[in-house]
Nanobody, 126 residues
Framework: QVQLVESGGGMVQAGGSLRLSCAAS????????MGWFRQAPGKEREFVAA????????SYLDSVKGRFTISRDNVKNMVYLQMNSLKSEDTAVYYC???????????????????WGQGTQVTVSS
């Protein structure tokens, strides 16, 4: 079992920054891939970023490339999403997820992740 708890969400003006954190507990954190997804009102949940167990493989949604950075600390069992130059379209509930089956790949499909956090709200005002 893996437990994931997100934090760091909030309200920010367009152009601002936020840093999301996800604390993991349970199975060995360093042995699986971590991802961030988001769901805006009225829309399906979408992939944002993922990082493999070692950090050697990272992937991003095209619209966040150059603005968001995913990172992890395998000692602290944490994964982070640094979000800069935020836009109103980044408003969503952000979810942390764990892919325990393929730790070497930063995969982007929702069904590939088997553990999920409860989410944290990010609101960007224009």
């Amino acid at each position: 079992q893996v437990q994931l708890v997100e934090s760091g969400g909030g309200m920010v003006q367009a152009g601002g920054s936020l840093r999301l954190s996800c604390a993991a507990s349970g199975r060995t954190f360093s042995s699986y891939t971590m991802g961030w997804f988001r769901q805006a009102p009225g829309k399906e949940r979408e992939f944002v970023a993922a990082i493999s167990w070692s950090g050697g493989s990272i992937s991003y949604l095209d619209s966040v490339k150059g603005r968001f950075t995913i990172s992890r600390d395998n000692v602290k069992n944490m994964v982070y999403l640094q979000m800069n130059s935020l836009k109103s379209e980044d408003t969503a509930v952000y979810y942390c997820a764990a892919d325990t089956r393929y730790p070497r790949a930063a995969r982007a499909r929702e069904y590939e992740y088997d553990y999920w956090g409860q989410g944290t709200q990010v609101t960007v005002s224009s």
